[in-house]
C-alpha cells in the first residue's frame, strides 16, 4: 500500500546549490610555454574573442560556443574551454551549456586534485536536472569518494538513486547526509527527513515510512512536514489499539489531529462507556474544526459520555484508594487522563509500576503522559527514555519530540 504525500507538503524541493568554478590557464599564458602545441591556433582564435564577449554581450557569445567546441581537441582545450563554455552556460542560465562545459573538463583529466570533488559534484547536480541519471550517479559516486563527509554529494546522489528505482539505497544515503549534518554539528534537517519519508510512503515502503515519519517529528518540523508525518503513522504504523490510542493522545496535544478519520479513530479507541472525560473532551474539540458534522454517532456518543461523566469519576477515586493491583491501577491512571488529572494519574501509574505491573511499557507511557501533562518535562523524558519494546519505544520517541518542543 502507497501513503502519497501531499502536493502542498512537497513542495521544498531539493537545494542544488552552486559550485566555484577552478581558476586554469589561458590560451595566451600556455603560448608562451615550451610546448605551445597544447593550445591550436583555430582554438586560440575562437577563444579569445569570445573570453571577452562574455563579459559585455553573454547571449552574443553564447551564439559563438559551437564554433568554439568544434576546435576543441587537446587535454588543455578541453579544460579550458569547458570553464569557458560553462561560465557563458551559468551567466545565459543554460543548463545544458554548463552540462557541456564542465564534462569537457572532467573529460580533460587535468583538474586540479583538490578541485576534483567539486567539479563532480556540480556535473552530477548538473546532470541530474538533465535527466541525465547514468552519468550523474557516476560524476556523485566519484565526488562521494573525494568528499565523504559532503552533505550536499549525498543529498544529489539520493535523487539520482529516485530515478533509478533504488529506493533502499536513496533512503540509506539520506541517511548519511544526515549523519554527516550532525557531525558537524548542525540541527536535524526536517528536509531530509520529511524526504526520507515521502520516498518511502509513495512507494509502498510502509515499515520505512513509519520510522522516516518518526524522524521527521524529531527535527522539530514545519506544520505541514509535522501533519503529514503524523498521518502517515496513524495509517500505517503497526501499533496495537492501545498504542495507536497513546498516538491519538499525542496529535489531540501536539494539535495534529488533521482529518476526519482521526477524530473517528480517535473516538472509536477511547470509548465513552471507559473514558467519558476524554470523549467528551475529543468531540467537542472535533465539532468546533467541523471534524463531526453530520456523524451521529459522535453525538451519541457525546451523549453517553456525558451521562456517564460524574459517576466514573466518582468510581475512580474510590478504586483509586483501595487497590493495589498493578494492572487496575494502569487503568484507573489510564482514566484519569481523560479528566486532566495529571497528579492522579501519575500516582497510579507509579503504584502500579511499584506493584510490577506486567505492561510495564505501557505504564511507563501513560506516567510519562500525565508528568508532561503537569509540565514536569525533565521527569517525563527520563521516563519515556525507559520504555522497551519495538513499537511502544518508538511511540515513545514521538513523546520525547512533544516534551521537546513543549519544553523549548
Known amino acids: 500500500m502507497k501513503r502519497s ?59 559563438a560556443v559551437p564554433a568554439l567546441a568544434a576546435t576543441i581537441a587537446s587535454a588543455d582545450e578541453k579544460l579550458t574551454g569547458g570553464q569557458l563554455i560553462y561560465n557563458i552556460g551559468a551567466k545565459t542560465q543554460d543548463i545544458a551549456m554548463q552540462y557541456q562545459g564542465i564534462k569537457l573538463m572532467l573529460d580533460s583529466g587535468q583538474l ?6 567539486k567539479v563532480y559534484l556540480a556535473a552530477g547536480q548538473l546532470g541530474y536536472n538533465m535527466k541525465d541519471y547514468a552519468a550523474a550517479g557516476t560524476y556523485l559516486e566519484q565526488a562521494a569518494t573525494l568528499m565523504p563527509n559532503d552533505p550536499a554529494v ?29 557531525a558537524a554539528g548542525e540541527a536535524a534537517s526536517d528536509v531530509s527527513a520529511f524526504r ?21 517529528i ?57 473514558r467519558p472525560a476524554e470523549v467528551v473532551a475529543l468531540v467537542e474539540k472535533g465539532n468546533a474544526a467541523g471534524m463531526f458534522s453530520g456523524s451521529a454517532l459522535a453525538a451519541d456518543e457525546l451523549k453517553l459520555a456525558k451521562s456517564r461523566y460524574d459517576q466514573v469519576l466518582k468510581e475512580l477515586n474510590a478504586d483509586a484508594k483501595g487497590t493495589s493491583d498493578g494492572a487496575a491501577a494502569s487503568a484507573i491512571g489510564d482514566v484519569y487522563l481523560g479528566y486532566g ?41 527520563s521516563t519515556f527514555e525507559q520504555v522497551q519494546g519495538t513499537t511502544r519505544s518508538s511511540l515513545a520517541r514521538l513523546w520525547i519530540a512533544y516534551v521537546n518542543d513543549q519544553a523549548a
Open 218 to 274: 524529531e527535527s522539530n518540523p514545519r506544520a505541514e512536514y509535522r501533519t503529514e508525518a503524523y498521518k502517515v503513522l496513524s495509517a500505517l504504523s503497526s501499533y496495537s489499539k492501545e498504542e495507536e490510542l497513546d498516538l491519538l493522545r499525542l496529535m489531540y496535544r501536539a494539535d495534529a489531529l488533521s482529518d476526519r478519520r482521526q477524530y473517528m479513530a480517535y473516538l472509536a479507541a477511547a470509548d465513552a462507556r471507559r
Open 341 to 381: 488529572k495529571g497528579a492522579e494519574a501519575e500516582a497510579m501509574y507509579r503504584k502500579a509500576i511499584s506493584a510490577g505491573v506486567a505492561d510495564k511499557d505501557r505504564a511507563l507511557t501513560g506516567l510519562g503522559i500525565a508528568l508532561a501533562d503537569q509540565g514536569k518535562f525533565d521527569e517525563a523524558k
Open 154 to 182: 549525498s543529498d544529489t546522489l539520493a535523487e539520482v538513486y529516485v530515478q533509478n528505482q533504488n529506493f533502499a539505497k536513496a533512503l540509506a544515503t539520506i541517511d548519511k547526509g544526515i549523519a554527516q549534518r550532525k
Open 5 to 63: 504525500i501531499s502536493r502542498a507538503a512537497m513542495a521544498a524541493v531539493l537545494a542544488m546549490g552552486t559550485v566555484g568554478m577552478v581558476s586554469v590557464a589561458t590560451p595566451a599564458v600556455a603560448a608562451k610555454k615550451k610546448s605551445a602545441g597544447e593550445f591550436s591556433k583555430e582554438f586560440v582564435g575562437a577563444y579569445q574573442p569570445l573570453a571577452k564577449q562574455v563579459e559585455t554581450d553573454a547571449a552574443g557569445a553564447k551564439a
Open 112 to 117: 586540479p586534485a583538490e578541485s576534483q570533488g
Open 196 to 216: 526520507g519519508l515521502a520516498i518511502a510512503a509513495n512507494n509502498g515502503l510502509n515499515d520505512e515510512a513509519a520510522k522516516w515519519a518518526v524522524r521527521v
